[in-house]
């Protein structure tokens, strides 16, 4: 779908298409992806690290404590991992909402000040 109707006019409510041409806004959309990628991968890396590491690899030394009556070894790979999923969506749908803003922010900065020359 574009921004533009047959007559080449923007439709109404859709912002224009940016320039990707503009260093200013590659850079920009760099930036964005790099700050993305990194995101998920810290999360990615939490979930991991409490589902495998406290699951399996460390779950003999947190049997030691229990959590409502289960040992806590078994609790992190019942229930833990999937809590922390649950808890890590959340986390990323608030990251990326902000994340998004301040790309959105940036952009609409770099529009308004023009074309360079």
Do not use: K
């Not at 700050?35 to 049997?63: H, K, Q, S, T």
């Not at 770099?110 to 074309?115: D, F, S, W, Y």
């Amino acid at each position: 779908m574009t921004d533009q109707d047959a007559s080449g006019r923007g439709q109404p409510g859709v912002p224009p298409a940016p320039d990707v041409h503009d260093p200013r806004i590659v850079a920009a959309i760099d930036r964005y992806w790099r700050a993305n990628v990194r995101f998920v991968a810290v999360l990615l890396l939490i979930w991991a690290g409490v589902g495998l590491g406290c699951g399996v690899l460390l779950a003999e030394r947190l049997n030691r404590w229990s959590l409502g009556g289960c040992p806590l070894g078994f609790w992190f790979a019942q229930q833990g991992s999937i809590l922390t999923f649950v808890l890590l969506l959340l986390v990323y749908a608030v990251g990326m909402a902000r994340l998004d803003r301040r790309h959105h922010r940036e952009l609409e900065r770099i529009r308004a000040e023009g074309p360079r020359r």
